[in-house]
């Protein structure tokens, strides 16, 4: 029972079995889970980054080296380690790659804000500081970053390439191989609105099936749904086909109320079936009339109306999810209508080829040879589940990344020469600052240095050696490209060794970063409320917290 005194008196606060952590251990306790959290996917960052075997309480396993998949396949019970894993998933939708780096990151934040707070500097002033340091990293990186466009073909493929550099399939040729059709692909969607490119990562749709190998993955001009053709007797190939995408259903609607229909005679069932079969024929021909030769459609066809359908020569596909209903929509230029009265010619999209294929055992329907789609398919294959998984995983970040490159317009140097840079930036403004203040400041400096010391030891060199060595190349104006070149175990010129990464990445890990640390350090009480049950001992053990 939590209980306080007042005046001699005794006052009952919290329900039994609730527990309350205080002041400075509740610090160290948050600290030292998020902490924890960043050691667990640390060694992952990079190309020669290590991976993670998640085996769940099904047996079900996932192998992977993406710190978004590692922390959700975790499922963290601890507030602080939630929040962690919060930011991985932001970063993860909002830029599609740097989710690692977001999370090392932040453990280093709040790790160097220990000594601080041992120091008795208060928390306050630690997140003022972090957040100034934040804001001068956003300027620097602005200032260091180099301009990139929709047209530079061969830098997004780079781009593309160091982001998928850390899957197990990024090795070589299968790597830039998949960079060349994410970027087909991401250009290929892109739209100017207002002066301004957009790109909506849903209209590159990624489908995966097991079998093949890496290099069997293909773009499709197009959208491959997968569904089979309805009817047996319906072509299985249509060249210049003439699209209709319906959300209504061909078949015959049960009526909304309780209704009973007497029927005393042979006659007048004959007469009910051939009426129901009339309105599905007169269904039929409306699609036929508009002269489409493929139907796409969202509910259900009955199999008098397949029938029909299959006579007149058209192909059609049943229960198409609406996702794909909107990409057929963008892809062919045809308008979804939801009732067959609205449908007429104008409303037809068109694809050069709409063929069923078995892929993998199973039958696909593939629309294909658009001209200018706006949505188009990526259809990754792979030997085994685990590394067909991977390759999607890989292709989600090259697609993020390409886009964030694109939409923001800026690219940096990777292999940890950005991070070096802007720790020296930033060291040299906590001079200018001066106060407590500062310590915060030089801390966050030395906190973006975790970066290269962490591709420094994953390539098998001396992180200290490595670090000092970089500190000296960035003390001078050129050596802001210098990193880690991890394949060749040395310090390297990263602008000519093309390792470049879209700026936004960078800009949204330290936001990130910075942002979660500063919500972490604002924390000095933690209450649990448990009505029933053990109460949360105090320290570290707490981690099964709800």
Do not use: W
């Not at 007497?262 to 051939?274: C, G, H, R, V, Y």
């Not at 009426?275 to 259900?300: I, P, R």
């Amino acid at each position: 029972m939590q209980q306080g005194q007042l005046g001699g008196q005794q006052v009952m606060v919290l329900p039994e079995g609730s527990s309350r952590v205080l002041g400075r251990d509740a610090q160290r306790t948050n600290i030292m889970v998020a902490y924890a959290v960043a050691q667990a996917v640390k060694t992952t960052l990079g190309p020669r980054g290590m991976d993670k075997m998640l085996v769940s309480d099904l047996g079900d396993i996932v192998i992977t080296n993406d710190g978004a998949t590692i922390l959700e396949e975790m499922h963290l019970e601890h507030p602080a380690g939630k929040m962690m894993v919060e930011i991985a998933k932001t970063q993860d939708q909002e830029v599609g790659d740097g989710t690692t780096s977001a999370v090392v990151l932040a453990g280093e934040l709040l790790k160097n804000a220990v000594p601080l707070l041992d120091q008795d500097v208060h928390a306050s002033t630690i997140i003022r500081g972090y957040k100034d340091a934040a804001a001068k990293a956003v300027q620097v990186l602005n200032e260091i970053s180099d301009p990139v466009s929709m047209d530079d073909k061969k830098l997004l493929e780079k781009i593309a390439s160091i982001s998928m550099g850390s899957k197990t399939i990024g090795s070589g040729t299968a790597k830039d191989y998949l960079a060349q059709l994410v970027v087909s692909a991401v250009t290929q969607v892109a739209e100017k609105k207002d002066g301004k490119i957009v790109i909506d990562k849903d209209y590159v749709k990624i489908e995966k099936k097991q079998g093949g190998d890496v290099m069997q993955t293909v773009l499709i001009n197009g959208v491959l749904v997968d569904k089979e053709i309805v009817h047996p007797g319906m072509p299985k190939s249509v060249a210049n086909a003439k699209i209709a995408l319906v959300d209504t259903a061909l078949e015959i609607e049960k009526t909304e109320t309780d209704a009973r229909i007497n029927i005393n005679s042979p006659e007048q069932m004959t007469a009910f079936l051939e009426q129901e079969e009339h309105m599905l024929k007169e269904m039929v021909e409306k699609v036929a009339k508009t002269g489409a030769n493929v139907l796409f459609c969202q509910k259900g066809i009955d199999d008098v109306a397949q029938h029909y359908l299959s006579k007149k020569g058209i192909v059609a596909c049943r229960r198409v999810k609406k996702s794909d209903m909107e990409k057929l929509s963008r892809a062919t230029g045809a308008r979804v209508v939801t009732t067959l009265d609205d449908l007429s010619g104008k409303d037809l999209g068109h694809a050069g080829l709409v063929e069923e294929r078995k892929v993998a055992g199973e039958q696909m329907t593939f629309v294909e040879k658009c001209r200018e789609p706006k949505a188009v398919t990526l259809f990754v294959r792979g030997s085994t589940n685990h590394i067909v998984d991977e390759a999607e995983r890989a292709v989600v970040d090259a697609v993020g990344a390409t886009s964030s490159a694109i939409e923001e317009g800026k690219y940096v140097t990777g292999g940890g020469s950005t991070e070096m840079q802007l720790a020296a930036r930033i060291k040299k403004y906590a001079v200018e600052v001066g106060g407590r203040e500062q310590l915060a400041i030089q801390a966050f400096a030395d906190a973006l240095e975790v970066i290269p010391r962490t591709l420094a030891e994953s390539a098998g060199m001396d992180s200290i050696d490595t670090l000092v060595e970089l500190r000296a190349k960035h003390e001078k104006k050129e050596g802001r490209v210098i990193g880690v070149d991890i394949m060749r175990s040395k310090v390297g010129d990263m602008k000519a060794l093309g390792v470049i990464e879209p700026m936004k990445v960078k800009k949204q890990a330290i936001q990130s970063a910075s942002e979660v640390s500063e919500m972490i350090l604002r924390i000095d009480d933690i209450i649990a409320s448990r009505a029933k049950g053990p109460s949360m001992p105090p320290g570290g053990e707490g981690m099964g917290m709800d």
